[in-house]
Nanobody, 127 residues
Framework: QVDLVESGGGSVQTGGSLRLSCVRSGPTYKRNCMGWFRQTPGKEREVVATRTTSTGSTFYDSSVEGRFTISRDNAENTLYLDMTGLKPEDTGMYYC????????????????????YGPGTQVTVSS
């Protein structure tokens, strides 16, 4: 069983920065994908960024590209999301996710299948 626990959320002003962390425990798989998703009330959960464990390849939603960075510390089995230049529209509950790569080992959100999610950490950006 894969367990994910996020931390690092909080309240910041526009332009601020936060680092989210996600500790993963449980079995590992060769075609593993990790990612960050977010959700605001009344909206569906949306992908923020994904990372292919085996290659380090990354995907970012266009709304965060250039401002957010997804990375992983393999020794600590921890996934990070460094967020800079935060905007009010970045407000939401952020979830760490783990899943399986799709065709050709891709963790692009249209191909990968994310099956495990953490309980989430709240990010609030005020103007």
């Amino acid at each position: 069983q894969v367990d994910l626990v996020e931390s690092g959320g909080g309240s910041v002003q526009t332009g601020g920065s936060l680092r989210l962390s996600c500790v993963r425990s449980g079995p590992t798989y060769k075609r593993n994908c990790m990612g960050w998703f977010r959700q605001t009330p009344g909206k569906e959960r949306e992908v923020v960024a994904t990372r292919t464990t085996s290659t380090g390849s990354t995907f970012y939603d266009s709304s965060v590209e250039g401002r957010f960075t997804i990375s992983r510390d393999n020794a600590e089995n921890t996934l990070y999301l460094d967020m800079t230049g935060l905007k009010p529209e970045d407000t939401g509950m952020y979830y760490c996710a783990s899943g399986n790569a799709g065709d050709l080992g891709s963790c692009h959100p249209t191909l990968a299948r994310f099956v495990n999610y953490g309980p989430g950490t709240q990010v609030t950006v005020s103007s």
